[in-house]
């Protein structure tokens, strides 16, 4: 049986679906389980919401629509666990387990409901979930759910028979995991943008969401990490770290550091880009390296995390890894010198 099928069956025999996906969502999550409630909602009739364990940032709440059932974890705790009790399937998207559901886990893990995974990351938990679809060669988990919408039996590839609010938020998911078609893209890839603009998906309209329509802090504060906070070692890394301060002083908000990482591997000197986000306990931390070199595998061996070869995530834990926020860029330093031999 086709995992398709094996969803679309799984769903039928549903009453109530909790819809999540990990934490700090970016555009995928957002993108993939909006189009994953709007599907429920709209063509398949279930009572149905998305569960966030934190807010979605400002850049990218254009995603979401005005009375949607979407709820933060970290806003409405106690919504969403009544919410979750009563549902008869779980979704997870875009992560690989429920511990990247922060918050949310111990209410997931709890649930007596059916469980499906749906994603792109490596080292997917099958043991933990009832379906398991997975496809780490993919460039997000919104082209994963497209093609697996396409072969359900209501749709049977005719994208007129989805929301053009469906078709939109797969769109715009793709294009920020792509980081606007630079990287991870396959033939499928582009073969999904084309079939969605010829199904009447404005792109245009999609950009201008992402790419020009932040605050005027953003764009300061890109200035400010790039000219005073980005050190470029010479072993090919380069590392950019903001601070609380840093950030009480441009008014930051979550998402807008969204794309910074990328920037030093504009640099035909650096190999490997890290940009360290302070929060109350730890640095938040993303990786993006060029081919040849694995920002998954440092993730994982230094950083806690892990994700794909050339974009991964983690965590660096005060009080466990470092002692205090001062010690980032020694641990860094002594990290990245020992993994990427100079």
């Not at 969403?80 to 387990?97: F, G, K, P, T």
């Not at 886990?105 to 997917?124: G, T, V, W």
């Not at 749709?155 to 294009?175: I, N």
């Not at 595998?297 to 002692?323: C, T, V």
């Amino acid at each position: 049986m086709k995992r398709a099928e094996e969803l679309e069956k799984i769903i039928s025999a549903s009453s109530v679906v909790t819809v999540t996906v990990h934490t700090h969502p970016d555009g995928d999550a957002i993108g993939s389980g909006c189009a994953m409630l709007r599907y429920l909602r709209l063509i398949k009739g279930k009572k149905a919401a998305l569960i966030v364990p934190t807010a979605i940032p400002t850049s990218l709440s254009f995603i979401a629509e005005d009375g949607e059932a979407i709820f933060s974890f970290s806003d409405a705790p106690q919504e969403c666990q009544e919410w979750i009790a009563a549902s008869d399937l779980v979704i997870c998207q875009d992560c690989n387990s429920f511990s990247r559901v922060t918050g949310v886990e111990p209410y997931l893990r709890a649930s007596n409901a059916k469980k499906i995974l749906i994603d792109h990351h490596l080292n997917p938990d099958t043991e933990s979930f009832d379906l398991v679809i997975s496809k780490i060669d993919i460039s997000s988990t919104c082209e994963l759910l497209y093609w697996t919408l396409k072969e359900m039996s209501d749709v049977e590839g005719d994208l007129k028979k989805l929301p053009q609010s469906c078709l939109d938020a797969l769109m715009t998911g793709m294009t920020t995991d792509t980081n606007n078609f630079a990287n991870s893209v396959s033939p499928s890839t582009l073969t999904m943008a084309s079939e969605l603009l010829a199904a009447g998906v404005d792109r245009d309209k999609i950009l201008n969401c992402i790419y020009n329509n932040y605050r005027e802090n953003r764009l300061r504060l890109m200035g400010f990490m790039l000219h005073d906070k980005m050190t470029i070692m010479a072993n090919g890394v380069s590392y950019m770290i903001l601070d609380k301060i840093t950030q009480e002083r441009y008014g930051f908000e979550y998402g807008e550091s969204e794309g910074f990482v990328n920037m030093p591997l504009a640099l035909a000197k650096v190999n490997v880009s890290m940009f360290l986000t302070e929060e109350d306990t730890k640095f938040r931390v993303s990786i993006r390296s060029k081919r040849g070199f694995s920002a998954n595998s440092f993730a994982m061996k230094y950083f806690n995390g892990g994700g794909h070869e050339q974009a991964a995530g983690g965590s660096l834990y005060f009080g466990k890894d470092i002692s205090s926020p001062e010690e980032a860029e020694s641990y860094i330093i002594s990290s990245s010198k020992e993994y990427f031999a100079e």
